[in-house]
């Protein structure tokens, strides 16, 4: 073929938006392709449609197009070059056998309705993979905060037998920082990589809420937490008023995102309907939704009557079936919908459309019920470890803050300066500065703990991101109780 001496060109061009895809994004974009060529558009049509789907990987089929159209390559060759620059194993294979089915005439639509098939499972085995893996790094993650934990106590209590300067103190903590952000940051990638939200401003109504409450709530409760630390107000005070801060914020981000769970939980037997209703009675998408009785579905109800309103307004349907997707929050029911508009628009039969979409939809929502049921234990460890470490760390700081008093009310300062020469005593001659930097590296610690520990959750949920200041209330407002009740306790266990 004359025109393959210009390919190198075209490819490079386009080469830098070839990434590695996910199980998910390949499963999307064969549904997303199987039900479009169903409704029996021609190949042409069926890759420029496949180029329009909104998933990464849309870009290989940007590039396929790109050579048919532009040097006059033909669909098998196209498909076998693009494959050829392809970084992922599994889109390469695809398109290699994409290539081969054309090549041997097979019709399109069976064999992308079979890729389908076969990508649903292997995008099911690459899930359980994930989560067996996040089962793995959340019980590593605990052993790391445990170790993070132990490295600041030992600090303390090695301040009690030896003299430490405060540059070692201040490396061993960073150290254990950094460590602590690293298990946070290895269980965001251990976890399955998927995106289940849209952005707040074109989301649901609890997102949009959540995002204006945020403008206000965060600076506030930084603003709040900064002034009170100024003031003088204890470290319990300060922790518990921050956190009271940030719960309603928690508290409005929690329910909308448990308002998309429940949604996407709805969106499969709701397509089923509605193609089914549309394809018994021969009528439109727009009568199939007066016809079905939408009390079925009672989390989508306010959204199913917005879009009938504005069908019945003779609004556009494109836009109508956007704004239903994106005001329900959630990724998947847009591309749920969006496919099942497409494919229905042309041409396609909608309850056979319905059924793919459906497929599509409840495979992923039932995936999803298996990650939160696994992050579930592993935020309720989180909360009940997290409140035990910061427990142990202000007891100890406060062995040591009473052992100082009792040490300087027992002996006088010639005595004390006595002490420490001859019984290597360093706690002896501890001065208000020592014992102010210790109290900051722990408020620190126990302060950073609770945002890495947060930060944990919301990465092994992958929900709702905003969820963040719900966990960081709640763990805040336990370290704050840590500071209340141990000092006491410290205080009465010494003087008994």
């Known amino acids: 073929m004359t025109s393959s001496k210009s390919l190198p060109k075209p490819i490079a061009k386009s080469s830098y938006k070839f990434k590695n895809i996910t199980a998910f994004d390949q499963f999307y974009q064969l549904t997303y392709m199987s039900a479009t060529a169903a409704a029996g558009i021609s190949r042409s049509k069926t890759f420029e449609m496949a180029a329009e789907s909104g998933s990464p990987a849309a870009n290989y089929f940007i590039a396929i197009n790109l050579l048919v159209n532009e040097l006059r390559f033909d669909y098998p060759e196209a498909c076998r070059t693009v494959a050829d620059k392809a970084p992922s194993d599994e889109i390469k294979s695809f398109l290699l056998r994409l290539s081969d089915a054309m090549r041997s005439g097979e019709p399109l639509p069976a064999f992308l309705a079979r890729e389908a098939a076969v990508q649903a499972n292997v995008y099911d085995n690459a899930y359980e993979r994930d989560l067996e893996s996040l089962k793995k790094w959340s019980d590593a993650f605990s052993s790391i905060v445990v ?3 132990l490295i600041v106590i030992i600090n303390l209590v090695s301040t009690m037998i030896y003299s430490m300067g405060t540059g070692m103190i201040t490396g061993l903590v960073i150290t254990a920082v950094i460590m ?22 074109i989301g649901s109504d609890g997102q949009r809420r959540t995002l ?6 965060i600076p506030t409760a930084v603003l709040l937490g900064g002034v009170l630390a100024f003031l003088g107000f204890s470290q319990a005070w300060v922790l518990v008023a921050v956190s009271a801060v940030l719960l309603p914020l928690g508290i409005v981000s929690s329910r909308a995102d448990a308002e998309i769970t429940k949604k996407d939980a709805e969106i499969s ?19 199939a939704i007066t016809k079905i009785d939408i009390s079925s579905f009672p989390r989508l109800q306010p959204d199913v009557k917005r879009l009938d309103t504005r069908l019945r307004a003779l609004v556009s349907p494109t836009v109508c079936w956007q704004r239903f997707g994106n005001e329900t929050g959630s990724r998947l029911i847009r591309q749920a919908v969006g496919i099942f508009y497409e494919a229905v628009r042309l041409g396609g039969d909608p309850e056979q459309v319905g059924f793919l979409c459906s497929m599509f939809a409840s495979r ?30 202000v007891f100890v700081l406060h062995i040591i803050h009473n052992f100082l008093l009792l040490m300087q009310s027992a002996m006088t300062a010639d005595q004390a300066a006595l002490a420490s020469e001859n019984l290597a005593m360093p706690l002896a001659n501890f001065s208000p500065q020592q014992m102010q930097f210790l109290d900051a590296i722990t408020i620190m610690m126990v302060v950073l703990l609770a945002v890495i520990s947060a930060m944990a959750i919301v990465a ?28 006491p306790m410290v205080a009465r266990l010494l003087t008994i």
Do not use: N
Request: no cysteine.
């Open 147 to 149: 170790s993070v934990a």
């Open 180 to 201: 602590g952000f690293f298990g946070a940051w290895i269980l965001s990638r251990a976890a399955p990589q998927e995106e289940m939200t849209i952005p707040s401003a």
């Open 212 to 217: 204006q409450l945020s403008r206000i709530i």
């Open 269 to 287: 037997s709701f397509l089923r309907s509605v193609g089914g209703m549309a394809t018994s009675t021969g009528t439109t998408l727009k009568e």
């Open 364 to 393: 992923t929502a039932m995936l999803r019920a298996k990650r939160r049921t696994v992050v579930s234990t592993f935020t309720w460890l989180t909360l009940v470890m997290h409140i035990v470490v910061a427990a142990l760390m």
């Open 460 to 487: 092994s949920d992958g929900g709702y991101k905003f969820k963040l200041t719900l966990y960081l209330a709640v763990l805040l407002f336990m370290s704050g109780i840590s500071f209340w009740i141990v000092p």
